[in-house]
């Protein structure tokens, strides 16, 4: 066997606001590494990155991708992610699979609503982060002011490290605040006063430096050296760096910090199990363990399954056990990557992140270990949709067709939902935003063959009552032969809100038999699933069955049902029935300029503002709970108000009675198309 350095793994993933330059970043280093022979380009279709169709069609990154760069003697797993807020389950994903995060601010634009939430999510992760500021050669970048704000929103544990020569289209290099002293006289100055700011918060980071700090004493080269390196595995340190990923200026150094700065996997705490008793060390003497953090359909090779190797070796002479579904997987091909070529290999160890052909029963999060010493990872937690739209097809007899395509494209996006509602009784789908349905029905399509058309979701309002009231029905019926008889005598009342639904047997001296009664109970329950209001399913009722009467020979189970049912009915028109909405609690992080109109906005659609936080300098959180119903397009109003800088969520709250003007429409709409029936 092989031995293994796994000092010298690097991973990391590349994240931030879409277009602030994370993909020319990864075509310029595999441009200079050789592994490209052309630099490629984003917005002319050749990025060496952005290579699905969709992507170059686009001019964007819609998938997350693993590559690999060999340098120096380290092997370095660079993951590219999207940038829109629509593919934010690919950075999640992404980040399950690799150590660190490199996040990456556009010079000019500054921080912008996804820096924030790619910042927030690594700090929940507890992922060591690091920030390339980079487009320093175009016009009106401004480093300092770029640094100001990220120290102002991230914390003062954000510290350059590297600061650029030249400004705009003079920017030519940059200059370590590590190196001992200043290697370009132009900068003197700035890199006294970078350099003071990066010891600052260095000293900070540990109390005996602090100490020496203050005692004025200097760093020896080798506290510097390995403080720093700790400091960003404990997150105490997020170095700044900066550069062009067009001009190529800075990419080397950002790349030399990356191979002696940034923490291999050795150095990270053990990774528990979901449980919390169980853990493995991230190095090669342990149990073999590794996760799932992506599956691919690559049109060559197949169903690619992305490992994230966590503890031991994997070897591709036996079957892998899955722990999560409790099965074998055969390994048949196992690949790491050349540059983004993916590259057979027969052995990957700790830290590594491999990928694997045809595996039959894997989904994304699923531990695989040794399976006599099996552990289990916590599940990796992925955005919930925010768009639904219901899903209808467009050629008859494709129902089947488009159901299987969706539920197989969702088991390689864990932010697609695919559900059956069952009181609507269509077809929805979920996702994180319009961008990212089209390109899953672009899937559907192509892959496939079907084509569907959407529209908003029908609601499924509920019907409810507000006062009391009695229902009597003799059902009798005289045909020749057995009759059938029952008579039922019930009252309905309200119950509280989410309680569902009461059945209580309030018979005496047996004018019902007890035989009988789960069959009235049985008519109530089916006359509830169609309301009296709209047709809606039927909650918050309690029925007393308190009276009634039978027949020896005509009464049945049938009879006693078809009594209760209507006795229901009769109650219930008599009881003020009214219509209830489902409610979701929504979240929206806007950039202060945009408060206004967007609060103003889910006023009009029925919502109440709960709250407002601050989100950070300059974004505010706005907390609301608003009607289901005037929801599904907000999303899209969102992005238009706010040219797709805010970030929004929801999740079902409760229902709610919905207001006499709307309930009239909708209650009119179902009374017409029952006459036409
Ligand atoms: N001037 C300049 N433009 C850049 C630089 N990096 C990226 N861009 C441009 O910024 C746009 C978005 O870049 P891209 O790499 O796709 O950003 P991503 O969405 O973060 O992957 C493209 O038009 C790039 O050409 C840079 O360093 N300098
Ligand atoms: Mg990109």
């Not at 990957?348 to 552990?375: R, Y």
């Amino acid at each position: 066997m092989k031995e293994k350095d796994v000092s010298k793994i690097r991973s990391f993933a590349l994240v931030g606001h879409s277009h602030s330059g994370k993909t020319s970043l990864v075509d310029q280093i595999f441009f200079m590494s050789g592994d490209s022979d052309r630099l490629g380009k984003v917005d002319d279709g050749t990025s060496y990155s952005d290579y699905f169709d969709d992507e170059r069609a686009r001019k964007t990154t819609i998938h997350s991708k693993v590559m690999k760069l060999d340098k120096d003697g380290h092997e370095i797993f660079i993951m590219d992610t999207p940038g829109y807020n629509d593919f934010f389950g690919e950075v999640v994903g992404a980040l399950a699979g690799v150590d660190c995060g490199l996040v990456v601010i556009d010079a000019v634009a500054g921080i912008q609503v996804r820096t924030t939430k790619v910042m927030r999510h690594l700090a929940d992760k507890e992922q060591p982060t690091f920030i390339l500021i980079t487009k320093l050669d175009k016009e009106h970048s401004d480093f300092e002011k770029t640094l100001g704000a990220i120290r102002e929103a991230f914390g003062t544990s954000c510290v350059p490290v590297n600061i650029p020569v030249g400004k705009d289209a003079s920017f030519k290099s940059v200059v370590s605040v590590l190196e001992e002293s200043c290697s370009n006289a132009s900068v003197k100055d700035t890199y006294d006063m970078y350099r003071e700011i990066f010891m600052e918060s260095f000293a900070e980071t540990d109390d005996e430096l602090t100490m020496k700090y203050l005692e004025g004493e200097k760093f020896t080269s080798e506290e510097l050296h390995a403080g720093v390196k700790k400091a960003i595995q404990q997150r105490k340190l997020i170095p700044v760096l900066c550069g062009s990923a067009e001009k190529a200026v800075g990419i080397k150094e950002l790349l030399d910090f990356v191979c002696e700065y940034m923490p291999s996997p050795k150095l990270f705490s053990p990774f528990k199990s979901a449980d919390g008793k169980d853990e493995r060390k991230p190095i090669i003497t342990e149990p073999f363990s590794a996760q799932v953090f992506k599956i691919v359909s690559d049109p060559y090779i197949g169903q690619l399954t992305y490992l994230r190797v966590k503890s031991g070796i994997l070897t591709t002479d036996h079957d892998i056990y899955n722990v999560s579904t409790r099965s074998k997987e055969r390994v048949n091909n196992v690949y790491s990557f050349k540059g983004k070529e993916q590259k057979q290999i027969h052995e990957a160890f700790a830290g590594e992140i491999v990928a694997i052909a045809k595996l039959k029963n894997t989904h994304i999060s699923n531990t695989f270990a040794d399976a006599d010493k099996v552990i289990e990872y916590p599940e990796i937690v992925f955005p919930n949709p925010t768009t639904y739209m219901a899903v209808h097809p467009k050629n008859e007899g494709e129902e089947e067709k488009i159901a299987t395509g969706l539920h197989q494209t969702a088991l390689e996006d864990p932010t697609l939902k695919v559900d059956r509602n069952v009181e609507t009784k269509e077809l929805i789908i979920g996702g994180l935003g319009d961008l990212h349905l089209d390109v899953k029905l672009d899937v559907l399509r192509k892959k496939y063959g079907a084509e569907v058309n959407l529209t908003v979701p029908k609601v499924a309002y509920r019907e409810t009552i507000k006062g009391l009231a009695e229902g009597h029905c003799k059902h009798k019926k005289q045909s020749g032969g057995r009759g059938q008889f029952a008579d039922v005598y019930m009252k309905i009342e309200p119950l509280e809100r989410g309680q569902g639904f009461e059945f209580v047997d309030e018979i005496v001296g047996g004018a019902i038999p007890k035989g009988f009664i789960p069959a009235v109970e049985k008519g109530v329950v089916g006359a509830m699933e169609e309301g009296v209001v709209a047709g809606c399913k039927v909650q918050d009722v309690r029925v007393r069955l308190y009276f009634g009467s039978y027949h020896t020979v005509d009464s049945s189970e049938l009879a006693f049902k078809i009594a209760g049912s209507k006795a229901f009915k009769e109650a219930m028109e008599k009881a003020q029935p009214y219509l209830l909405e489902p409610y979701v609690n929504v979240e929206v992080v806007v950039n202060d300029e945009y408060m206004g109109q967007v609060t103003g906005e889910v006023n009009v659609k029925r919502g109440r503002i709960m709250g407002i936080e601050s989100a950070g300098p300059g974004l505010q959180c706005i907390k609301a709970q608003a009607p289901l119903a005037e929801m599904y397009r907000f999303p899209t109003e969102l992005r238009s108000i706010t040219g797709g800088s805010a970030a929004f969520s929801m999740e079902y709250s409760h229902y709610e009675e919905v207001p006499a003007m709307v309930a009239k429409k909708i209650s009119e709409a179902y009374k017409r198309h029952e006459e036409e029936e």
